[in-house]
């Protein structure tokens, strides 16, 4: 944001990169609340010198005829307006302990504080996901704010509702949250844990209390299953990867009404997504796994990058062109909603997940347009080192291009390459394992590709994009199987693997397999 002394902000500027995050941001005034935190802990009167002039400017540039209605529409609105309230308040709280306070301004900045509680409390405002929960925080805090005002008991049970409603929806039954990332789920504990702190300071409702605590409770604990060993938020969706201060429970956990399991141990974390309780946050990513050991990552996620739906990396790693799954070429480049739009209506869950001695198995489905294509994959991790992968597809509908891939993401640290037409090799340094494709197909390998589709890219930090390896295998046939196996270790050929990985990847007693592998 460029602020000018004398001219104050270009509200109406155009941005040419991530214009829809950018344009939520500046109007959310979140750089006047980071001018008077400054000027709060530096006694730093430019700062606050500045953080007058823009609000000024805000004040002036929006009460022209229309321009509340236009900043009410802009992306993200609601997200926007949640931290413009707190801004506001913390002008308000900031000026009234200055001896030069301007009560003329104040009142204007009251004004408009009221006009986006109001804004906010409107039903058609809310959304049931986290930007909803910063609303209703939002509106918590205007109640404070107005006293004993009857609007201030208006904020004050719509916020109360809304995180009731909120609580009881956001999570499902063993308290995974419904925004389908981890890194958000993550986010919406840390909301809920700071409205706790909030709601005891000022001792609200009790119940509401309780309510939280116990909501919390529970997403703490199915965070503790989902994150890596080391306390890593894993990049599954649009997330970064960062730590948290949980301690990871090391077991393995199906999320069966969220569509999300982990098998995991001390060593070994296996994610598996299929199925979805919404649409927030969602990508094309039905059927993709991660796959880490001994704290490397083997098979990735794409991550998230930016939210610029313009920007072709985005696309690349939110579209099925960012996951280790199963799909349909056509699916490729698509960010979710071209692909619902396209191929809805999409259906997916996991239908088994059984724990034995020998280790985990989990099966999910998925299928577009009402069972005209069928997607399924079946996965082993047989303790301490082994993984089988068994997918296959049907088609039944002949406008769908039978061109079926079988897809993995390779971790960043690793070296890939074909060892012979069976076996890929991926390896850094001190550590390899190997990559076995049963089945007759084609095999193209890659990394960072600019071209047409751009591919074999990752992002785990935001705005960061780098490339990785990425290998496809290809089969051209309404009904088509993959069978794939992965050593977690040195392994010079498919008969040093277990009888029992093998049996389930249905190789004992067949012929050996014939793999056409090359790079385009």
Known sequence: ???SLSRGVQWDRKFTAQADSSLMHLFSLDAIGGLLSTFQKRSDNRALQFAVVTLISFLDYSNKPGRHSSIGRIPSADHSAAIRVRVLIKFIQVMRERQDADYTLLMKVCDCLKYWSDWLSRDKHFSKNNHGLMGSIALLHSAIQFGATPHSSTYLEVATSRIFELGRSSFDRDGLCNENTIGYHNFNVKLYRGLVVFCKHYRLSETLINFLEETILRATRALEFCIWQDGSIPPLGDSAVYRTKAVSRNKPRCFYESGFAVVKNDDLYLSI????????HKQVDD???TLRFMNRDILIDGGSYTFDRTDPYRRCVASSLGHSGVFLKEFDGLLRREYLRKFGPVSGKI????ESDEGVRVSCRYSVR???AVFTRNIFVCWPDE??????????DNDFRPEIVQRFLFGPTLAVHFDRRDKLILASDEFSCSLFQLLDCDGVLYRGEAGSPLRGWYSYKYKEILPTYGLDFLRSSPMSQFSTIIKLTKCASLSECSTTVR??????????????????
Do not use: K, W, Y
């Open 1 to 3: 944001m460029e602020v």
């Open 273 to 280: 997504l299929c199925g979805a309780p919404t649409e927030t």
């Open 287 to 289: 059927s993709s796994m």
């Open 351 to 354: 239908e088994r997940f059984e």
């Open 370 to 372: 009402n069972d005209l």
């Open 387 to 396: 993984v089988a992968i068994v997918d296959s597809v049907e088609l039944h």
């Open 503 to 520: 049996a389930f990847a249905g190789q004992v007693g067949l012929p050996p397999p014939r793999l056409s592998l090359g790079t385009e």
